[in-house]
């Protein structure tokens, strides 16, 4: 194997303690930064003209704040297509929400990009998802949204699966888009080709049983 061929191996396992917590009710009333600063747009959610015409659309709304991003949760859930090999790190909102498919990274995106032209604060969120259906290997980390509701916090959406997140769902970084929030990012020096290769394990543990 020559040195342009070398495989580094990245590896973390770790045990996260979950509860269950209301899909309604948010958190983190008080943050670092004020939610406004997720109103700005990045390369990766700038709308185009697409997703202008949808939110417009929206706009039309006279529901609450936590109904409409709920039905716009279930909207773009049925609406897209979860496709591995239509989209990558790059593409951004407007290109996949035109296509009509894309992962979860795409979804996510797409709803913040919409949220934010809706004046509700967005932000991307990167973690981990424990399937109900028992599929513990996972091509890739997760990736959902959550949008700040007044008077409830930060509320998560997850377009992907068209749910709400629950006890099942490991919050790990989140920012402005993907970028900000990658699961791993670095780089390198040297020259030759690079590909990644990404395996996933999320598995639940046995409920401790109380001794009387």
Known sequence: MTSAQRLRLVVALGTVNLFLVSVVLGFELTGALPPEVFLRSTQLTAPGSNLRRFASGL???????????????????????????????????????????????????????????????????????????????????????????????????????????????????????????SPISGARLGGGDEQLAVEVHVKGQPEMQVQN
Do not use: K, M
């Open 59 to 181: 706009e039309q709304s006279r529901r609450s704040t936590i109904d409409l991003l709920h039905e716009l949760n279930t909207s773009l859930n049925n609406r897209l297509r979860y496709d591995t090999q239509a989209t990558d790190a790059e593409t951004n909102a407007e290109d996949a929400f035109s296509a009509g498919h894309g992962v979860c990274q795409d979804f996510a995106h797409i709803f913040i990009s919409l949220a934010r032209q809706l004046r509700i604060p967005a932000r991307y969120i990167s973690g981990h998802f424990h399937r109900r259906d028992g599929a513990n290997v996972q091509e890739a980390a997760h990736a959902w949204a959550e949008a700040w509701i007044e008077d409830l916090g930060w509320v998560a959406f997850d377009p992907t699966h068209g749910l709400s997140n629950d006890e099942n769902y490991v919050r790990v970084a989140c920012g402005l888009d993907y970028r900000q929030a």
